[in-house]
């Protein structure tokens, strides 16, 4: 167990449809990474906040947006969902160096769209 | 930009045998160096690190040693064991000089490792 987790666990929605997945960090962790894991695009990063700020950006869609909220842990909202979203979607938290910290993983969203 | 190449895969190995996954990243900047095991049905653990140049990272058996003349993170086992079949995943850490905060993660695309008794 990493100490991060994800809610839900699985999601199955239609095309043009929201849905927001939610992540909490491991105690003491002020970063946040949203990664996207695909069979045709494999692991990528999509964004990273640090305590409630935006940090970093990745291959992030603008129909994705993403927030750090006061308690540190993270939403990230997908809107207008079309098939190629199908996914699994994991976050990870990591202490305050950055990329030179172990980045824990939490056991991921998986997102269906039909 | 930042990249990371990963031997293709499937690896399909017997028991005891010795295990290589391949690794090369681009070097720019000062990265670190990760290989993470994601096990089926599962999220990504981390299996080891390395932070800067001849470092080694090791854990369960598993080593790497972070090569700067060769950009590569070759990730090694000498007795492999069924229960570590598994997807491994090479990633580099992008660290600005003077920078400190920034954790984007670029990842391979995966090896599959099966092992059989």
């Known amino acids: 167990d990493s100490g991060v987790t994800q809610t839900p666990k699985h999601l199955i929605t239609a095309t043009g449809q929201r849905v927001t997945l939610r992540c909490s960090p491991r105690?003491?962790?002020?970063?946040v990474y949203w990664y996207q894991q695909s069979l045709d695009q494999g692991l990528q990063f999509l964004i990273q906040y640090y305590n409630g700020e935006e940090r970093a950006k990745g291959n992030i869609l603008e129909r994705f947006s993403a927030q750090q909220f006061p308690d540190l842990h993270s939403e990230l909202n997908l809107s207008s969902l079309e098939l190629g979203d199908s996914a699994l979607y994991f976050c990870?938290?990591?202490?305050?160096?950055?990329?030179?910290?172990?980045?824990?993983f939490g056991p991921g969203t998986r997102l269906t769209v039909l | 930009g930042d990249s990371v190449t990963q031997m293709e895969g499937p690896v399909t190995l017997s028991e005891e045998a010795f295990l290589t996954i391949n690794c090369t990243y681009t070097?720019?900047?000062?990265?670190?160096l990760f290989w993470y095991v994601q096990y089926p049905g599962e999220g990504l653990q981390l299996l080891l690190k390395a932070t800067k140049a001849d470092d080694k990272g090791s854990n369960k058996g598993f080593e790497a040693t972070y090569r700067k003349e060769t950009t590569s993170f070759h990730l090694e086992k000498g007795s492999v064991q069924v229960s570590d079949s598994a997807v491994y995943f090479c990633g580099r850490g992008f660290l600005p000089a003077g920078g400190t905060s920034y954790g984007k993660l670029t990842f391979g695309q995966g090896t599959i490792l099966t092992v059989h008794p």
């Open positions: 990870a938290s990591s202490g305050p160096r950055g990329a030179a910290d172990t980045q824990y």
């Open positions: 105690s003491g962790d002020l970063s």
């Open positions: 070097a720019t900047g000062y990265p670190s």
